[in-house]
């Protein structure tokens, strides 16, 4: 079982420790969304081009977790690169977090019905399980 949760303290601790079914996925980790959310009111969906300094903040969760998505398929997104391998080291680090029990929780900072950068890791974890099962 793939899914995930927002962060709880209790959770937090869990994450990272081999077999634990947890694996954080929030910031400051490698695999947080580096595109961030300010909301602004009255103002549409699109990047804030305000702070130059924060040129990848963006008005609402989605358009941040669809940005987040261009960025995991490889692609250099605003002036965020993708960094090399890691999708391969977030697979690594997902197998280490698995517990045979209860899958895995992929944790971040999201509520459960708020759009969340973790909605496509799951999406990415399954995908990636579907495709070795069918080998």
Request: a positive charge; glycine letters at 8%.
């Amino acid at each position: 079982m793939i899914r995930r949760e927002k962060l709880t303290p209790g959770t937090k601790a869990l994450s990272g420790i081999p077999g634990s079914g947890y694996l954080y996925c929030g910031r400051p980790s490698p695999f947080g969304n580096p595109f961030r959310v300010v909301p602004f009111p009255d103002c549409r969906d699109e990047m804030v081009d305000v702070y130059p300094r924060e040129a990848n903040t963006y008005h609402s969760n989605k358009t941040a977790v669809d940005a987040f998505a261009e960025y995991w398929t490889g692609k250099r997104v605003g002036t965020v690169t993708y960094p090399e391998g890691l999708r391969e080291r977030f697979l690594i680090a997902a197998r280490r977090a698995w517990n045979p029990k209860t899958g895995i929780t992929l944790l971040c900072y999201c509520g459960p019905r708020e759009v969340c950068h973790t909605d496509v890791l799951v999406a990415f974890l399954e995908y990636t399980a579907d495709r070795k099962e069918k080998k």
